[in-house]
Each structure stands twice: as C-alpha cells, then as structure tokens.
C-alpha cells in the first residue's frame, strides 16, 4: 500500500500555519514525514512549532510570514517555494467577522474576502499547476458548516465559506482524472482563536485533533468532508428543510447571540 509519503511527495504548504487547525495540520503531517511549508503572519509561532517538529519528527520547515490579505502577498511566497515539490496544500488561513453586515468595517470585509477566496484560489491555481504536471498531490480547502446554508450575521463569512465548498468540490471532479486528490473539510465550531477573532457563538466545540485527523484519513476518497456527527446532523437539516427555514432559524439565534 503506498504510504502518505509517496502518494504526496515530501512537501507540504500549510495557510494559517500559527495557530488552530492549521497547526494541528503539521502537528499531523510531520509524523508522516512530510516537510512543511509554514505561511501565517505570526513569525514567532511558526518557528517554535517548526522548532518543535523538527526536533521531533526530523522534518525540514520553512517559515514565510505572509499577509494573505495582501495583493501582492505571492510575491513574497514565489522566492521561497520555487525550487521546492510542493504536493500537497492546505488552504487553511481564514477568519470571521461576525454581527449585522451594514454596521461592520467594509475594509476588514474585503480582507476576509481576500483571504478567505483569492488567497486560495490563487495557491491552488499556481500550485496546481505543479502538480498536474507530476501527475500527483493533494489539495484540501477549508470550508464550514455555515457554507452549506445562508447565515444571517455572519453573512459574508457564509458566503464565503460556500466558495470554498463549491470551489473545491468542482476541482475534486476536475483534477481527480489527473492523479489529484481534492477535498473540502467543513468544521463547526472547533477550539481555535477563529471564536476570539469573529466574537465567538457560545456553541460547544471540537477538538482540532479529530478534525484533521479525519480530513487527512479521507483526502482522496471523499470531495466533502464534515468533521463531527452534531455538525453531520446540522448539514442533513440544511439539505432537507426549506432554505428559507433554516435561514430565520439561524438568523433567530446568530442574532440573539451578537445582543449576548
């Protein structure tokens, strides 16, 4: 059976590196020998962990601090991974902004959108392109449960969150003729800094242990992938009731929770 290793190549890039999920991304891949490319704003994060994994696992590292936000933000990236076989890329950096859309900060909206869309399409599109050439690797998008239905107070970070999920899932089709395994993970809420950033929901959360454990396990099977059985069961409602529904439902309690 081919190993993590030789199905992906010896590199990997992680988005959002210095904290969260996409930490617990190299957490994870390092273990599986896989080198890794570290891409977040916090420098001093990324070289403690890749410190730490390095002294664990062996792997190389190399830390980029980068603001995806920026236009010019692959002009800083392109120097440092060109000469690197980059085969699998998680597109992992995002945040939230959560509360009544007319009232919020329109800079800050086109940041989230900056890094939370062109940021990945570009890194796919750039990166992807490597890979097809080599016949071989792996791209996971990080979508939400919140992507699946249209959410009242977080409306822009829904919406974007559904271009991850539709952007994904159509690559996973395009590029799986081409020996290129794409899929879309989908968290709930997840123990992360992401709550702090956006204002918090008050819900319980996951571990980020297990949501990448599963991401990881079922990158080349499954185009979609929901970490956890409640927010299984939240996607389920989204798909069998009426759009309109779940809307108020959830706009009830999104808006209940910004007056808390």
């Known amino acids: 059976m081919e190993s993590f290793q030789q199905k992906y190549g010896s590199w990997a890039l992680v988005t959002g590196a210095s904290s969260g999920i996409g930490a617990e991304f190299c957490r994870q891949l390092a273990p599986k020998g896989i080198n890794l490319v570290m891409v977040a704003r916090r420098k001093e994060r990324m070289e403690q962990l890749a410190g730490e994994l390095k002294d664990k696992h062996g792997v190389q590292t190399k830390v980029i601090p980068a603001d995806l936000s920026k236009d010019d933000f692959m002009e800083t990236l392109l120097p440092e991974i060109s000469s690197l076989e980059i085969g699998l890329l998680i597109n992992n950096a995002g945040f939230g902004i959560r509360g009544a859309f007319l009232n919020s900060n329109l800079e800050r909206e086109l940041e989230m959108l900056s890094v939370n869309c062109r940021a990945p399409l570009i890194l796919t599109r750039i990166i992807g392109q490597q890979m097809l050439k080599r016949k071989r690797g792996g791209i996971i998008f990080i979508a939400s449960v919140l992507g699946f239905i249209e959410t009242p107070y977080f409306a822009n970070y829904a919406a974007s969150k559904a271009y991850n999920l539709y952007m994904g899932q159509a690559l996973w089709y395009e590029l799986k003729h081409h ?4 899929s879309v ?5 997840t123990k992360t800094e992401f709550s702090k950033i956006s204002g918090g929901n008050g819900m319980p959360a996951m571990k980020v242990e297990p949501v990448v454990r599963i991401a990881l396990k079922k990158l080349g099977n499954k185009p979609s992938i929901v970490a956890g059985l409640h927010n299984r069961m939240f996607v389920l409602w ?16 999104m808006k209940k929770m910004i007056k808390n």
């Open 238 to 253: 989204c798909k069998l009731f009426p759009r309109r529904i779940m809307t108020v439902l959830i706009g009830s309690v």
């Open 179 to 182: 020996g290129i395994d794409v």
């Open 185 to 189: 993970l989908s968290p709930g809420t």
